[in-house]
């Protein structure tokens, strides 16, 4: 069959590359070496030996919450991963019960947390998920090493051509082998021009960018008042509150401050700017402790904050033998917090995929099954991006349905801060560990539809409710 995933009729894949070995990446090659007799992970970046942020992963100085789908999914995958992150320091926040947390204009009650991230850095996630990963004889890496192209032809992939990072367009690109192609290689990849260059048709890219801009400093918090009453703070922009800060802490006691701005008004990335604009939010909680915290590194900017989901579960001219996975094939507003839990329910809708006995995984139907797997994430950023102003791009055309739909989230966001039953309900559905039904399920529906909006704090809750 044509489209079959790897060549050669009912034989395992003798050799899969997968292109990047950031989360994504490693998570892929975890799953495709129980389906390979080789998995080779091609990395531009040489690996640091332990939790140091690098080059190919800019994003890895701002904060990165692991959203509890995502947490499932990686225990999944990596059985022991989520009790070790603990062990080495990530904290485990509850919500709502930790945060002093502001959404839609109103404080969020301090009830008893339903659900929990965990905020640790992300070059420590990185590092740990890589130990495990490349700990398996069955992965190889190559280092400071760039895919520059694929090998093969508009109807099947049979490698890559890599070339040594660095070696400059004159030196030959070589060529790896292989009857399976994963492109990991983040939101920058460079895969439409790698499958035109072989007579193939790049995906369509659907694109939703409200111009969001991430500013990020490391603090101590040298007063002590994050991690008795609360574990840190979490104010979300909106269509009418353009400005977002978020503070966290990480696995070394010392607190991550990202400060955000949509288009128009993205915060500056020097050090008496940055401290200007937390004063923008719409309380001063935030700016009155960095005021009272000792910087410990400057501020780092990231601007490429767009949505953007390629269109590889259309049908189009592509070769069988090619994947998308991770940013590469769909990548978030990271306001949210999903890419890696995205990237781990991928892997494990791909080993499902797989593993299938009743279905020849052919190339469109694992990637349909990639593709799936990141649907309720892109539902939720592109459905709350849609409102922003200034939003751009295809995404923002409406479906079908939208407007009902709309009706009942915008009075169930109404609910979210104070009321226990919508704001369980929807946690669950943000934090990607329940589907969307399950707002659905009756005593949410009447909790939307017939119950007043609870009371909620007028001003920030530093302490637990009854605390
Ligand atoms: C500012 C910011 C904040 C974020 N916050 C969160 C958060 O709170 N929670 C969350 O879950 N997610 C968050 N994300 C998303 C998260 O960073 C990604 O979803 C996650 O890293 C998975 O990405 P990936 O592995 O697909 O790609 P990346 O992590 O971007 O990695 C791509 C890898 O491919 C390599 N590479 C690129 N091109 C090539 C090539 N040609 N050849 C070989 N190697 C190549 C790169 O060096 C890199 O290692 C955030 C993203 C941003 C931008």
Redesign the pocket.
């Known amino acids: 069959m044509e489209d079959q995933l790897t060549a050669g009729t009912g034989v395992r894949t003798r050799h899969a590359v997968v292109?990047?070995?950031?989360?994504?990446?490693l998570l892929v090659a975890r799953v495709l070496a129980d389906h390979a007799e080789q998995v080779t992970v091609?990395?531009?970046?040489r690996f640091p030996d332990g939790a140091e942020p690098r080059p190919?992963?800019p994003?890895g100085r701002?904060?990165?919450?692991?959203?509890e789908g995502?947490q499932r999914a990686l225990e999944e995958l990596l059985p022991g991963l989520v009790g070790e992150l603990g062990e080495q320091g990530a904290p485990r926040v509850g919500m709502p019960e930790d945060l002093v947390q502001w959404q839609n204009g109103r404080w969020f009650r301090r009830l008893p947390a339903t659900s929990h991230l965990f905020t640790g850095s992300?070059p420590q996630l990185e590092a740990l998920v890589r130990r495990r990963v490349l700990a398996d004889p069955r992965i190889r890496t190559v280092e400071g090493?760039?895919?520059?192209g694929l090998l093969g032809d508009s109807r099947r992939v049979r490698g890559v051509l890599v070339r040594e990072r660095g070696a400059g367009a004159a030196k030959e690109a070589r060529r790896l082998e292989a009857d399976l192609v994963v492109d990991?290689?983040?939101?920058?990849t460079?895969a439409a021009d790698w499958l035109a260059a072989v007579g193939a048709e790049a995906p369509h890219e659907e694109t939703l960018d409200t111009g969001l801009a991430?500013a990020t400093r490391v603090y101590k918090d040298t007063g002590g008042r994050i991690g008795r009453d609360h574990l840190g703070y979490y104010i979300m922009p909106n269509p009418r509150q353009v400005y977002g800060g978020v503070a966290l802490p990480v696995e070394d006691g010392r607190v991550l401050v990202t400060l955000s701005g949509l288009r128009g008004s993205e915060p500056p990335t020097d050090e008496a700017g940055f401290e200007e604009f937390a004063g923008r939010l719409p309380h001063p909680v935030l700016r009155d402790w960095i005021a009272g915290a000792e910087p410990d590194s400057p501020v780092h900017g990231?601007r490429?904050?767009a949505n953007i989901r390629r269109r590889y579960d259309r049908p189009g001219r592509r070769p069988a033998g090619f994947l998308a996975a991770?940013?590469?094939l769909c990548?978030f507003n990271?306001v949210y917090?999903?890419?890696?839990?995205v990237?781990a329910i991928g892997a494990v809708a791909l080993r499902r995929a797989l593993s299938d006995p009743r279905r020849t995984p052919t190339t469109f139907r694992v990637q349909r099954a990639l593709f799936d797997a990141s649907r309720q994430a892109w539902d939720i950023s592109s459905g709350s991006d849609k409102k922003m102003p200034g939003a751009r791009g295809d995404g923002l055309r409406s479906k079908p349905g939208d407007k009902v739909a709309g009706w009942y989230l915008e009075r169930a966001l109404a609910r979210y801060t104070g009321d226990p039953v919508v704001g369980a309900a929807l946690r669950s559905v943000l934090t990607l560990s329940a589907p969307l039904g399950v707002l659905f399920a009756p005593k949410v529906v009447r909790a939307v539809l017939f119950t007043p909006q609870a009371a909620t704090p007028l001003e920030p809750p530093l302490l637990r409710e009854g605390g």
Not at 19 to 25: D, E, N, Q, R, Y
Not at 337 to 341: D, E, L, V, Y
């Open positions: 292109v990047g070995g950031s989360v994504a990446g091609v990395e531009r970046d190919g992963v994003q701002h904060i990165h919450v692991l959203l995502g992300r090493t760039e895919v520059v990991a290689s983040g939101r920058g460079r991430y990231f490429q904050t991770g940013d590469a990548s990271p917090g999903q890419g890696m839990a990237a």
